[in-house]
C-alpha cells in the first residue's frame, strides 16, 4: 500500500540562483570543458532522467522502483534532447531512491525521487538545442539550488558563476525594431550571451539576441518588418512602442 502522503512533511523547497543564458552548442561545449578543468568529478546527466523513470500503475495504488539505477552520463551539456543537470560525484556514490514518494503528478501517479541527491549541483537549460531556426535567439537559464549557510555550496555556486561570467557578456547594443538604428548601449541587462552566439548573430544584419539586442560594434542592424515579430506576437500591440506611426 503506498504511504499516506497526506501526513507527510513537505520538503523544503531550496533557495535558487539563476541567470539567464543565450548559448550556442559551441558555447554549451566551451562551458562543459571550463567545468570538467574546474571540477574533475563533475557529471551531466539528462535533467528529466529521473521523471522519466518513475514508475505507477494507472490506479496509482501501487508502485515500484525502476528495475535499474544505473546513472547514464553524458559527455557533455548538448548530448540530450533538452534541459541537463550537472553535479559534483562525491567519491563512491551511487543513487539511492527515497524509500516514500514525495509527491503525485497531475494524474495522481506516484512520483519518486533520489534521497541522496548530491550536494553541489545546477541545472541547465538553453532556448534550443541544435542549429538556430530564426533570426531571433531567446534565452534559457542556469539554476543552481543552495541553503543558506552552507558554504560547500555557496562556494560552488560562485565558482560556476565565475566560469559562466568568462565566457558570456551582457553588454549588447539595444536597436530599434523599425529601423534597426542602434539606440544605446547597455551593460546591465539580465541576460548573458556566449561567444559563439554572439559571433552567430554579428554574422547577418537580420539577426537579434533576445529581441532587439546586437553584439556591440556589430554591423547595422535590418529593421524588422512590421509584419514580424513584435507587429504580430506582441499581446498588446499598441504598446509596442519601437512602431511610431
Known amino acids: 500500500m503506498i504511504p499516506n502522503l497526506t501526513n507527510r512533511q513537505p520538503l523544503l523547497s531550496p533557495r535558487y540562483r539563476r541567470r539567464s543564458i543565450i548559448m550556442l ?3 554549451s561545449r566551451d562551458f562543459a570543458m571550463a567545468l570538467q578543468r574546474k571540477f574533475p568529478s563533475i557529471r551531466f546527466l539528462e535533467k528529466n532522467y529521473w521523471e522519466e523513470r518513475w514508475f505507477s500503475s494507472v490506479q496509482g495504488e501501487v ?3 525502476p528495475p535499474s539505477l544505473r546513472t547514464p552520463y553524458l559527455p557533455d551539456l548538448v548530448s540530450t534532447q533538452g534541459s541537463a543537470m550537472a553535479w559534483i560525484e562525491p567519491s563512491s556514490w551511487q543513487p539511492r531512491w527515497s524509500p516514500f ?3 503525485r503528478d ?3 501517479h506516484v ?3 533520489l534521497a541522496n541527491l548530491p550536494e553541489c549541483s545546477f541545472e541547465y537549460s538553453p532556448d534550443r538545442v541544435g542549429p538556430p531556426k530564426h533570426d531571433d535567439l531567446k534565452y534559457g537559464q542556469v539554476s543552481v539550488p543552495f541553503e543558506l549557510g552552507n558554504r560547500v555550496q555557496t562556494r560552488f555556486v560562485n565558482q560556476v558563476w565565475r566560469l559562466l561570467g568568462a565566457l558570456t557578456t551582457n553588454r549588447y547594443d539595444i536597436v530599434f525594431d523599425d529601423t534597426g538604428r542602434r539606440r544605446l548601449t547597455n551593460d546591465q541587462t539580465a541576460v548573458w550571451t556566449g561567444k559563439h552566439a554572439l559571433a552567430w548573430c ?3 544584419p537580420q539577426r537579434r539576441l533576445w529581441q532587439s539586442c546586437r553584439p556591440i560594434g556589430a554591423p ?5 518588418p512590421r509584419k514580424y515579430w513584435r507587429a504580430e506576437n506582441c499581446e498588446n500591440p499598441a504598446a509596442a512602442s519601437d512602431f511610431r506611426g
Open 63 to 65: 508502485y515500484q522502483h
Open 220 to 224: 547595422l542592424a535590418e529593421p524588422i
Open 101 to 103: 514518494p514525495r509527491s
Open 25 to 27: 552548442d559551441a558555447d
Open 106 to 108: 497531475k494524474q495522481g
Open 202 to 204: 554579428a554574422a547577418k
Open 111 to 113: 512520483l519518486h525521487g
